[in-house]
């Protein structure tokens, strides 16, 4: 956890200061939202009795198409967001303080109008969590600081003297990555609406000509390492890691492809294959293999990756489904190093939280 806010410090300060001045095209906006928690497991149900509120500030910056990227995804905009959310029940959930940096590309844009979709991911703090004595009903929230995903679907009506609108379907979901238990987390479903005011000058764009995509070939080698709970409420981290081949054609500017072979260790395999009915433990058992496909959208230096994995050879004995995820955000800091942060999940049950180095080479062509 120590590292991920780190990760999202260093981001923000990107974000804020490394754009050319703090006002320059930039715009504040605050916007109020109401809906409901989307229960992941059945007996969440119960413990929901009200529709949920929020109220957000947020700054963001637009770009002007100085870089390539910025051209590629229609001058997208960086930002970060405060918010305040209520989670259904006062007694149980309590509220959510969330604070997340920020992404948003269009998929249509002019002078009057744009279409948009957006990306956030940071932190979140429950004023409520699971207590055996004082809150036992609160099954989905194991710790105050939690991980805040945000994602939003919206559309932006430009009025005149620098004001806009804003209306966007928003999904939320925090927790804290299985760093603590229980750790089922909350969905939050929002219809959002505000208002928005740009500060400072506003720049023209810059408008170049889009060269041509060079298709290349990269492989990289990757090591992770994280940490996680088990299911039996107990306190003890366990120690994770993983190492990576990686294959990835560059099919697109915006896009690439790929796939890879894993091999992972994981340190709570004994306890938890302990209190598995018909089980034993042998110290391979610890480590599982697998092999996967991604998919990459890129900006710049920054990428999301998507993988879909499926284990061969070594297989997992604790999780009864063969396949695996991971999403990753990474940052290739220089020609050959890169450095990323991703999650570990089976399907929709999430495993545990990574931080990864590696190095990555390029063909020419």
């Known amino acids: 956890m120590r590292n991920l806010i780190v990760l999202i410090v260093c981001i923000s300060q990107f974000i804020l200061f490394g754009q050319g001045g703090f006002t320059n095209n930039s715009w504040l906006s605050i916007h109020s939202g109401a809906g409901y928690v989307i229960p992941e497991y059945s007996n969440i149900n119960y413990s929901v009795t009200d529709p949920i509120q929020s109220i957000s500030f947020s700054w963001n910056k637009r770009t002007t198409g100085k870089r390539l990227t910025e051209q590629l995804y229609h001058f997208p905009e960086y930002g970060i967001s405060a918010g305040f959310s209520t989670l259904g029940n006062r007694k149980v959930f309590g509220h959510e303080i969330s604070l997340y940096p920020y992404f948003r590309s269009f998929f249509y844009r002019d002078a009057h109008?744009?279409?948009?979709?957006?990306?956030?991911?940071?932190?979140?703090?429950?004023?409520?969590?699971?207590?055996?004595?004082?809150?036992?009903?609160?099954?989905?929230?194991?710790?105050?600081?939690?991980?805040?995903?945000?994602?939003?679907?919206?559309?932006?009506?430009?009025?005149?003297?620098?004001?806009?609108?804003?209306?966007?379907?928003?999904?939320?979901?925090?927790?804290?990555?299985?760093?603590?238990?229980?750790?089922?987390?909350?969905?939050?479903?929002?219809?959002n609406?505000?208002?928005?005011?740009?500060?400072?000058?506003?720049?023209?764009?810059?408008?170049?000509?889009?060269?041509?995509?060079?298709?290349?070939?990269?492989?990289?080698?990757?090591?992770?390492?994280?940490?996680k709970h088990t299911r039996a409420l107990q306190s003890t981290i366990y120690f994770t890691s993983s190492a990576s081949i990686e294959y990835k054609y560059h099919a697109f500017?915006?896009?690439?492809?790929?796939?890879?072979?894993?091999?992972?260790?994981?340190?709570?395999?004994?306890?938890?294959?302990?209190?598995?009915?018909?089980?034993?433990?042998?110290?391979?058992?610890?480590?599982?293999?697998?092999?996967?496909?991604?998919?990459?959208?890129?900006?710049?230096?920054?990428?999301?990756?998507?993988?879909?994995?499926?284990?061969?050879?070594?297989?997992?004995?604790?999780?009864t489904s063969p396949m695996y995820n991971r999403a990753i955000l990474r940052w290739k800091c220089s020609d050959h190093l890169l450095i990323h942060i991703s999650m570990k999940s089976h399907l929709h049950i999430l495993d545990y939280p990574e931080i990864g180095f590696g190095y990555h080479l390029k063909s020419n062509s």
């Open 113 to 191: 109008s744009a279409f948009f979709h957006q990306f956030g991911f940071g932190l979140g703090y429950s004023t409520k969590k699971f207590s055996l004595a004082t809150n036992p009903d609160n099954i989905s929230v194991g710790s105050h600081l939690n991980m805040h995903f945000d994602y939003q679907l919206g559309y932006r009506l430009n009025l005149k003297k620098d004001w806009g609108l804003e209306a966007a379907l928003r999904f939320a979901h925090f927790s804290n990555a299985n760093m603590a238990e229980p750790n089922l987390g909350l969905n939050l479903l929002y219809l």
């Open 193 to 227: 609406a505000g208002v928005t005011h740009s500060i400072g000058a506003q720049e023209p764009t810059v408008r170049q000509d889009i060269p041509r995509n060079i298709k290349r070939h990269e492989m990289a080698l990757i090591y992770a390492i994280g940490g």
């Open 253 to 319: 500017h915006k896009f690439h492809f790929g796939a890879g072979l894993d091999l992972f260790y994981d340190s709570s395999t004994k306890t938890e294959l302990s209190i598995k009915p018909g089980t034993t433990y042998e110290p391979k058992d610890a480590f599982s293999s697998g092999i996967h496909i991604s998919q990459e959208i890129v900006f710049g230096d920054f990428s999301f990756i998507l993988q879909e994995g499926l284990h061969v050879g070594l297989i997992d004995k604790v999780h």
